[in-house]
């Protein structure tokens, strides 16, 4: 049987005219669904539901999780820091929803894969802190926000040797997209990296506590019709999902 992955999305409050205006709505770019489909899983975007008892439900009738990206920031107070950029903040809703989920989905030894904000929310459900604005903290930085389209390949990335990552991909070196303002600053302490950009952005984290609990920086949503190297990150994902099906 194909595993199941639930995939989480964004959600509008009604305080953005550009995601829905003042309905409050969920939402989510078709090229995360459109992975899983193609390469072999069946999504299911996950309502943000508010009680943990129904969370844990939804989880126990998963395979994997996958937690995508974001256009707003996590919010600086749930790692400890003040807000010292003028960015948007990702919705209470949505950010306590993922937040718990990662824990949840940990424990249960489930699968997840985080892609941008996704693996930024992993670092912060377990500890970890964040660099609100790469450009304003950092001496002399990559283009992180590239103006190429994200189908386009940017940097490269350094992977680690012995990491989970490096059996995926199979490659010391791989060149990734980039969209994103923010990084990984405070590893989680249950977390290691296993990718950096050259200017030094963590680019990728995994727990070796967990057979499967990654994140990685750039988007392989992108990426992955085009670049074989890419599909692999979805296709170990539903590997470890039937996995745990079959089990």
């Known amino acids: 049987m194909k595993p199941i992955i639930g995939v989480t999305p964004d959600f509008n409050s009604g305080d953005r005219k550009d995601w829905g205006g003042k309905e409050p709505t969920f939402f989510l770019r078709a090229r995360y669904i459109r992975a899983i489909e193609d390469l072999g899983g069946v999504p299911v975007i996950l309502p943000l539901v508010e009680n943990r008892a129904d969370r844990k439900r939804l989880l126990a009738n998963l395979d994997g999780l996958l937690l995508t990206g974001s256009g707003p920031d996590l919010a600086p107070t749930l790692y400890g820091e003040r807000q010292r950029y003028k960015f948007c903040v990702v919705s209470r809703r949505r950010a306590n929803f993922e937040l718990d989920v990662a824990r949840l989905a940990a424990t249960a030894k489930l699968p997840v894969l985080g892609i941008c904000g996704g693996m930024q929310t992993m670092n912060v459900a377990f500890g970890g802190s964040l660099v609100q604005d790469i450009e304003g903290e950092m001496e002399a930085p990559l283009a992180h926000q590239q103006k190429a389209p994200a189908t386009v390949l940017s940097h490269t990335v350094d992977v680690a040797p012995q990491s989970l990552l490096r059996r995926i991909l ?32 963590i680019e990728a984290i995994e727990s070796p506590k967990h057979r499967f609990l ?21 296709q170990a994902l539903l590997k470890a999902a039937r996995s745990e099906r079959n089990q």
């Open 214 to 234: 990654l994140g990685v920086q750039w988007h392989p949503e992108f990426l992955y019709e085009q670049h074989a190297l890419h599909r692999k990150l979805f």
């Open 170 to 201: 199979g490659q010391a070196c791989i060149r990734v997209n980039s969209r994103h303002h923010q990084s990984v600053k405070r590893i989680a302490p249950s977390f290691v990296v296993s990718a950096v950009a050259p200017d030094g952005v």
